[in-house]
Each structure stands twice: as structure tokens, then as C-alpha cells.
């Protein structure tokens, strides 16, 4: 099936570090969208993009749509303990019947 | 969000049973969609509807079934469960128009002993 490749698969962050992750995929995209979750929940919709080289904020949050419309990331400026979670990225491509195909996540841990 | 509820929350039953997991939304939805969650996988589509009474396949539907009877309601249904199906379900769904964002429930945690 479709693949998208979301990476890293885990990292550590420190109060008021910033984080960078990212989705590639050899497909082209005509949808990105980023989902955060929770221990126990469901994914929450964070941003959703739909034109290729835009690049959108929600808050600390700043997402961009790829030119090549492959690929996609995802930053989090000055993070807080409640960033901490799981973060997936999901496509919406022709290729599969129009349906979204999820990244297999970024788990973010808080430094000790 | 969409108003999404999933009943039950947490099952655990025994392989070769039948399992039936309901997902109820009140924000009238056209489209609504199994996934299922994996440790490295993702989330996977199993199923998914386009409206009452309509619906088609997903990437991983082998074993299940799903119906729907109403707008507001979308039934999952495992006919003789097996420990593969062991998993975290979600119910997500999205408004018909030209946006895609699918909006999630809370899941259901299954345990297939």
C-alpha cells in the first residue's frame, strides 16, 4: 500500500526547544494534514494544507505544504510539557482512492 | 469537532466470538471511516461509508464488516474475532464539500484473548 515515511520516529525535547518533523513519500499529495495525540484519545486535527508551497500556522505550530507536493513538515517553536504526544501526518492522494494515508507517527518525550 | 462517540470504550471478549463496535456522530456527516491503530503502523483504514447504506473497502477489511443504516451511526463489526485483531479502533468522520479533514472519536481499546 501507499507509504509515508514520517521522520523521526521519536525524539526528546526541553522546555522552549524548538521541533522539526517531516513526511516524504514518492506520491504526489493534493492534501497534507497534521493530527496530534494523546495518550487514551483520538487524533486532534492541528493544520490542514491544500496548496502546494503554502505554509500555515495554528499558535507555536507553522506546517508546510512541499513545492513537489511530496512532502510536508511540521514545526513546533518554543515547546511546553504539553506538546508532548504523538504527531502523524496524512495524505490525501489520487493514487489511493482518494483516502487519507497516514505517516506511522512522531513520538515526542519530554527531556529528564 | 464533530461530536464523535464510540461505545463501548475497552472490550475484551474471546477469539471466535462475534464483536460489534458502534460509532455515533451528531454533526451530519456525510462521510464516515473505520481505522484501526497498530504499534508502527499507523492508522489503517478498514472501512468507510459515503453515506447511508453506502460503503466500500479499505486497505485492511479482511474480516470485518461494517453498516449503515443512518446518517448519524456507523457499525463495525468483527463476525469471529482472532487475536490479529487485536487493536485500537477509531471512527473519524468528514463533512461532504470540498475540504478533507476527517475528524476523530475517542476509540475503542479491543483485546481478542
Known amino acids: 500500500g501507499q507509504q509515508l515515511n514520517q521522520s523521526p520516529q521519536s525524539m526528546f525535547i526541553q522546555e522552549g526547544e524548538d521541533v522539526s518533523m517531516n513526511c516524504t513519500s514518492s506520491?504526489?499529495?493534493?492534501?497534507w494534514l497534521w493530527y496530534k495525540q494523546d495518550p487514551g484519545e483520538g487524533p486532534v486535527l492541528l493544520i490542514a494544507?491544500?496548496?502546494?508551497?503554502e505554509l500555515t500556522s495554528n499558535g507555536r505550530l507553522t506546517a508546510q505544504f512541499g513545492i513537489t507536493r511530496k512532502d510536508s513538515f511540521l514545526n513546533i517553536s518554543a515547546s511546553i510539557p504539553s506538546d508532548v504526544g504523538i504527531y502523524f501526518c496524512a495524505g490525501l492522494t489520487m493514487e489511493y482512492g482518494n483516502k487519507l494515508v497516514f505517516g506511522a507517527g512522531t513520538i515526542l518525550r519530554v527531556k529528564s | 469537532d464533530a461530536g464523535i462517540t464510540q461505545s463501548p470504550r475497552h472490550k475484551v471478549t474471546e477469539t471466535g466470538t462475534p464483536v460489534t463496535l458502534r460509532c455515533h456522530q451528531t454533526?451530519?456527516?456525510?462521510?464516515m471511516y473505520w481505522y484501526r491503530q497498530d504499534p508502527g503502523h499507523g492508522l489503517r483504514l478498514i472501512h468507510y461509508s459515503y453515506g447511508v447504506k453506502d460503503t466500500d473497502k479499505g486497505e485492511v477489511s479482511d474480516g470485518y464488516s461494517v453498516s449503515r443504516s443512518k446518517t448519524e451511526d456507523f457499525l463495525l463489526t468483527l463476525e469471529s474475532a482472532t487475536s490479529s485483531q487485536t487493536s485500537v479502533y477509531f471512527c473519524?468522520?468528514?463533512?461532504?464539500?470540498?475540504?478533507?479533514?476527517?475528524?476523530f472519536g475517542p476509540g475503542t481499546r479491543l483485546t481478542v484473548l
Open positions: 494544507l491544500y496548496k502546494a508551497g
Open positions: 454533526e451530519n456527516h456525510r462521510y
Open positions: 473519524a468522520t468528514r463533512t461532504s464539500g470540498g475540504y478533507n479533514e476527517q475528524f
Open positions: 506520491s504526489i499529495f493534493n492534501t
